[in-house]
């Protein structure tokens, strides 16, 4: 299928930047076909990134042209064509870690973009300070690109580090696996669903499922960047019959986990929807993020996110 040429991604929009602005913004350059702002089906917030389909090709070239770098807000924008979704382009989202807190993530793309063409990238901060963690992730166009940076980044010293930095694969379980998983939550042993879920992210796991009961009736939710209690991610979207099980058979292959706390509902006892987990690194916090956030859980889409320091203490 050849690429379209009137059918553009736009990548860094401002997080308050309405699809109406986005269309008026675009629109100034030609007629537009079509025009669609990416929200999360949860919450609508706005992803930060678009579509525009112009009508002429011509008019699509001059947005880029254009447009792309602009400066919206604290954002600079990036404007490319946008490719038809392939197998080719599936599971290039790299994970990279040990990055030197200074590096920008322009002096990541230019790190990376001799490897192909990067569709996103993100550097981590910490909430409170700003300050990067070290940790980013790379999404590049296409697969064979993403394994190219592998082979030629994991494990090496970029110029200006002194530190070899990790390159490695997002893990993002597949549509196939998710299935399996589905199918085995509910009614699996523990060690049995340990060792799909081992399966599934190719990771092994670090939770003892022998200690899920006396675990579980432990109180406390912590709040991110708070010294010695670890970082708190806020699950939400769970089903009625969810429990704490689930949180730790779901977060344990990501690394340690301390804490995990379903909300109930006091007369019903049933979940009221969302939940918290504990987890002691803020790597392997992320990287759950990272691949837990719109993940299928029976017929509901879960949201995983950081907790804000807005939340009071329990």
């Known amino acids: 299928m050849e ?13 308050n930047m309405t699809q109406e602005e986005l269309k008026s913004l675009f629109g100034s350059i030609g007629e537009i076909e079509s025009c669609k702002l990416v929200r999360d089906k949860i919450t609508g917030q706005s992803l930060g990134y678009g579509f525009v389909n112009y009508v002429d090709p011509k008019d699509a070239e001059k947005a880029i042209n254009t447009l792309n770098g602009l400066r919206l807000q604290t954002k600079t924008i990036k404007v ?27 002096e990541l793309e230019q790190l990376f973009s001799q490897y192909g063409r990067i569709i ?10 700003g300050v990067s963690r070290g940790v980013g992730f790379i999404r590049f166009d296409r697969r064979i690109e993403a394994e ?15 530190e070899p930095i990790t390159v490695k694969f997002a893990n993002n379980p597949s549509q196939k696996t998710s299935q399996a998983l589905l199918s085995q939550l ?3 042993p523990n ?8 399966m599934a992210y190719g990771v092994k796991s670090r939770f003892s499922p022998m200690a899920i009961d006396g675990v579980t009736g432990l109180a406390g ?15 939400y979207n769970l089903a009625p019959d969810a429990d704490e099980s689930i949180l730790w058979q779901m977060f344990g292959p990501f690394g340690a986990v301390t804490n995990v706390k379903v909300i109930r509902d006091f007369n019903t006892t049933k979940c009221k929807g969302f939940g918290f987990v504990t987890m002691t690194n803020y790597d392997e916090a992320a990287v759950a993020i990272a691949s837990l956030n719109g993940y299928r859980l029976g017929d509901r889409v879960l949201q995983v996110s950081f907790k804000t320091n807005k939340t009071h203490k329990a």
């Not at 290039?92 to 200074?102: M, Q």
């Not at 996103?120 to 300070?129: A, E, G």
């Not at 190219?148 to 002194?162: R, S």
């Open 191 to 198: 060690r049995r669903l340990d060792n799909l879920l081992n």
């Open 221 to 235: 939710i912590n709040i991110p960047g708070h010294p010695g209690t670890g970082w708190c991610i806020f699950v």
């Open 3 to 15: 690429d379209s040429k009137t059918n553009l991604i736009v990548n860094y929009l401002p997080q």
């Open 80 to 106: 490319s064509y946008a490719r038809p979704s392939s197998a080719s382009i599936r599971d290039a989202n790299l994970y990279v870690s040990g990055l030197p807190k200074t590096m920008t993530q322009k």
């Open 148 to 162: 190219e940076a592998i082979k030629g980044l994991n494990c090496q010293k970029p110029p200006g580090t002194t």
């Open 186 to 188: 509910y009614q699996s």
């Open 120 to 129: 996103t990238s993100r550097i981590l901060v910490d909430q409170v300070t």
